[in-house]
């Protein structure tokens, strides 16, 4: 039985029916603490400068990379796989990447080999704004992929009541109460530039 990034041995306590719990953050590990890699992917966001003229062009390279030792998957119900959004000195949104663009509806999908990067590039003409005060902006870069539930906690192993072992939550408030989690891990990244008069 898999639960995100954790997998419990469930042969023998099927045919027992008895109750099994998936504990966060007690997984094995087969590497020595000094070789072992991260558990999440990273995000990463840059311009192609650090200042710029109000009448501008900026550009944005957003990286994910998977510094884990396994595969990484993410699902998009759109062909929209990240978006980018810049904010002025008074914390105003100036500019989204995905405002008035149409995205495919389509699914689509990327995996990441452990090591393996994904870079995304954007370009904001800052001709097109109105009225940019002048000053240090923050750019926030995100992956927008579908949201994925896990069920972590006590998970009651019946075969009567669960026969495909899909790991039916009990009751909140139980003894050994199952939640919901999201397993898609999150990648986002910052970054900031000046604009000036």
């Given at each position: 039985m898999r639960f995100g990034t954790y997998t419990l041995p469930v042969a023998g306590l099927l045919a027992?029916?008895?109750?099994?719990v998936a504990l966060p953050g007690h997984a094995a590990s087969t590497?020595?603490?000094s070789q072992s890699r991260e558990t999440h992917p990273a995000g990463t966001l840059a311009t192609d400068h650090t200042a710029?003229?109000?009448s501008g062009t900026v550009t944005f390279k957003f990286a994910v990379t998977n510094p884990t030792n396994s595969a990484i998957h993410f699902d998009f119900d759109t062909a929209q796989q990240f978006d980018i959004t810049v904010t002025d000195p008074h914390g105003v949104e100036s500019w989204r990447w995905s405002q008035d663009r149409v995205f495919a509806q389509m699914l689509t999908a990327i995996d990441l080999k452990p090591g393996q990067s994904k870079v995304y590039?954007?370009?904001?003409n800052t001709v097109d704004a109105r009225a940019l005060p002048a000053g240090t902006y923050t750019a926030t870069a995100k992956l927008t992929p579908v949201i994925?539930?896990?069920v972590?906690?006590?998970i009651l192993v019946d075969?009567?009541?669960d026969p495909n072992n899909m790991g039916r939550p009990n009751k909140a408030g139980s003894a050994g109460a199952a939640f919901e989690?999201?397993?898609t891990p999150g990648v986002s990244a910052n970054t900031s530039f000046t604009i000036s008069g």
């Open positions: 027992a029916g008895v109750v099994a590497r020595p603490p710029y003229s109000r590039t954007a370009t904001w994925r539930q896990a972590r906690g006590g075969p009567n009541v989690v999201n397993a």
